[in-house]
Nanobody, 120 residues
């Protein structure tokens, strides 16, 4: 079992920045990938950015050049640095982890989400 705790969300003006953090804990043997999804009002959840333990990244086209995902494998932590925020970035941001537990199972886990609101 893995638990994810997100932090760093909040209210920011357009053009501002935020840094989200997500710490994974629990029955973790290794992290395969960590990332961020978001769900905007009235829209489906979408991938924002993800990174594997090997450093391979993936970004939504809408955030390329503005967001950077990084991780600290030793701390089972993933970060999302967001610059030049736009109102359309508003939504609940969810941390997502694919991990291998100490019991040998591979599974994916979700955080409870952190609200990001960008005012115009």
């Amino acid at each position: 079992q893995v638990q994810l705790v997100e932090s760093g969300g909040g209210l920011v003006q357009a053009g501002g920045s935020l840094r989200l953090s997500c710490v994974a804990s629990g029955s973790i043997f290794s992290i395969i990938a960590m990332g961020w999804y978001r769900q905007a009002p009235g829209k489906q959840r979408e991938l924002v950015a993800a990174i594997t333990s090997g450093g391979i990244t993936n970004y939504a086209d809408s955030v390329k050049g503005r967001f950077t995902v990084s991780r600290d494998n030793a701390k089972n932590t993933v970060y999302l640095q967001m610059y030049s925020l736009k109102p359309e970035d508003t939504g609940v941001y969810y941390c997502h982890v694919v991990s291998r537990t100490v019991e040998g199972a591979v599974g994916d886990y979700w955080g409870q989400g952190t609200q990001v609101t960008v005012s115009s």
